[in-house]
């Protein structure tokens, strides 16, 4: 190598340094700044997240689920994961509709209609400030980036709206108009101003954690419109977000269990089943589009459902004589309130359905099902159950809806 290739190498390398250097310096001049905007008086609900520090504890070897005598399928293990305290906002206990898309119930008032505001996005002086709630806002479940202007119009946050639409997680946008003290979904279409905004991402679902480029990604996004319009940005630590992402995702892995009866015929035989549809029907279950019997509490949230064996679904045309190998009752664990009572509900409709048929109540093993393997069943269920409670995420409430959607 000569000289003069030495020289230039020297050189790249030198100026790469700088450059790395400089780009480090804007980045903490950046986050100095941000912070430095963000610490307002004690009024301004957006800048006191109103969360306790979560605690950090070591964890334990996964441990499999033991669901031995009967078996059922996806024993998926249970075992510890760092525990959370609650964050110091409202989960209500009532259950919204089980929604899988991007977006979910906020636990506020709902913003009423408006017509299209013009497009201009302009901004107005807010109201004397009011004491106002803490943004909604999960520390156990969500990422959040919060956004404070002064009377910001909604439709500054339309492209963002809809391209957070895409991250593959649920996005939450939270609201406080100017001048009042109660949060609302933010609707870009609204003619609103925010004097604050919360955004927040769901950090895990059955399809599992958050990545961290879909935390980075959020971020960029709502530090782009505050770069446009002149607004205030903070985005909370991601590395953190991700350990809490990987946690609860581990903790929904854990309990996150689908029970399976089955009613088959004795021997070689068959089952009616004009016999089981009439008394599913009797029994008050519904049958879906999608030829699955449902059991649905008062909020229309399913307990339990009934399927065929058979590659056919059931339909409303059933007719006399007709029969299958056999029918599966499901027991979607963490998503039903009161599990133990609904499971004992379907063990009972499951050993009448056989005793109608002139079936056996059997595991997905064919093993009939005992007195003693239900009791088996159930004490895993406490367990499960009791876990759910002491994180935080009880069965069948907005937090596990949320999570196992």
């Known amino acids: 190598m000569s000289d003069l290739q030495i020289g230039l190498l020297v050189i790249g390398v030198a100026i790469v340094a700088v450059v790395l250097l400089f780009n480090w310096i804007q980045e903490r001049r950046f986050r100095k700044q941000a912070d430095a905007a963000f610490q307002t008086p004690a009024g ?28 059922f399928d996806d024993g998926d293990g249970v075992r510890d994961v760092a525990e959370f305290n609650e964050p110091h906002v409202r989960i209500d206990a009532d259950l919204p509709r089980a929604d899988a898309a991007l977006e979910d119930d906020l636990p506020m008032r709902a913003a009423p209609a408006a017509p299209v505001p013009p497009p201009s996005a302009q901004a107005r002086p807010s109201s004397a400030p009011v004491a106002a709630l803490p943004a909604p806002y999960d520390e156990l479940i969500e990422y959040r980036v919060r956004v404070g202007g002064d009377g910001v119009l909604a439709n500054v946050f339309a492209d963002a709206f809809n391209h957070a639409r895409t991250l593959g997680k649920a996005v939450r946008w ?44 959020l971020c960029a996004l709502l530090q782009n419109v505050g770069q446009s319009h002149g607004l205030r940005v903070a985005c909370d630590d991601v590395a953190d977000a991700m350990e809490r992402a990987q946690a609860i995702d581990r903790f ?17 035989g068959a089952v009616n089943l004009a016999r ?63 599990g133990l009572r609904v499971f004992d509900g ?55 809806l949320r999570l196992f959607s």
């Open 44 to 71: 301004d609900a957006l800048m006191q997240p109103g969360t306790v520090p979560r605690e950090t504890h070591s964890r334990p070897e996964r441990l499999e689920p033991a669901l031995r005598e009967p078996v």
């Open 174 to 217: 939270a609201g406080l108009p100017a001048g009042a003290a109660e949060w609302e979904e933010v609707q870009p279409w609204r003619d609103v101003h925010y004097q604050q905004v919360a955004v927040t991402m769901q950090l895990a679902d059955r399809n599992g954690a958050a990545q961290e480029e879909q935390l980075s990604a």
């Open 252 to 268: 929904c892995v854990d309990v996150d269990v689908l029970i399976g009866l089955n009613v088959v015929a004795r021997g070689e």
């Open 276 to 338: 089981i549809v009439h008394e599913a029907e009797a029994c008050g279950m519904v049958l879906g589009m999608d030829g699955v019997f449902q059991l649905l509490d008062s909020r229309g949230e399913p307990l339990y459902a009934l399927c065929n064996h058979d590659a056919e679904p059931f339909n409303a045309a059933v007719v006399e004589g007709q029969i299958s190998q056999g029918v599966t009752l499901q027991f979607d664990v963490p998503r039903v309130p009161d």
């Open 346 to 400: 379907m063990v009972a409709f499951g050993r009448k359905l056989a005793s109608e048929v002139g079936g056996i109540l059997v595991d997905d093993n064919l093993r009939p099902l005992t007195d003693s393997g239900i009791e088996k069943i159930r004490t895993q269920l406490t367990q499960i159950y009791e876990r759910m409670e002491a994180r935080g995420v009880p069965s069948g409430s907005r937090r596990a």
